[in-house]
């Protein structure tokens, strides 16, 4: 029986490039290992809605729902920082593309 493995194009970060970024300069995805995405920002409100538009984006790329493992809001009270910081904790396979190099790999086998 022989093993065939699936390539996956990944950044520096362990992401495909092809994800989604966070729109906002202070928002961003962390590194391993449960691939925290961040939004931080003074007005609350902002940051779920940019939270919400970043993930129907990713949803959309990946073709199916980010596995969202939490929600963790958490605040920042030092002079000079945004407030408010929310992540999601997202399975790293799903920002790396898992699911779409699948699809991929499936397509080409059954052409």
């Given at each position: 029986?022989?093993?065939?493995?699936?390539?996956l194009?990944?950044?520096?970060?362990?992401?495909?490039p092809?994800?989604?970024?966070?729109?906002?300069?202070?928002?961003?995805?962390?590194?391993?290992?449960?691939r925290?995405?961040?939004?931080?920002?003074?007005?609350?409100?902002?940051?779920?809605?940019?939270?919400?538009?970043?993930?129907?984006?990713?949803?959309?790329?990946?073709?199916?729902?980010?596995?969202v493992?939490a929600?963790?809001?958490?605040?920042?009270?030092?002079e000079?920082?945004?407030?408010?910081?929310?992540k999601?904790?997202?399975?790293?396979?799903?920002l790396?593309?898992?699911?779409?190099?699948l699809?991929?790999?499936?397509?080409?086998?059954?052409?």
């Amino acid at each position: 029986m022989s093993e065939e493995t699936i390539q996956l194009e990944l950044n520096d970060a362990g992401v495909s490039p092809k994800l989604p970024t966070p729109s906002h300069p202070s928002d961003q995805i962390h590194e391993v290992p449960y691939r925290p995405v961040e939004f931080r920002d003074d007005d609350l409100p902002a940051a779920l809605e940019r939270c919400a538009g970043w993930l129907r984006q990713a949803q959309q790329w990946l073709g199916e729902p980010v596995d969202v493992l939490a929600v963790h809001l958490d605040y920042d009270e030092r002079e000079g920082y945004p407030y408010y910081d929310l992540k999601l904790l997202c399975n790293e396979e799903d920002l790396a593309g898992v699911p779409v190099a699948l699809r991929e790999y499936a397509r080409r086998r059954t052409a």
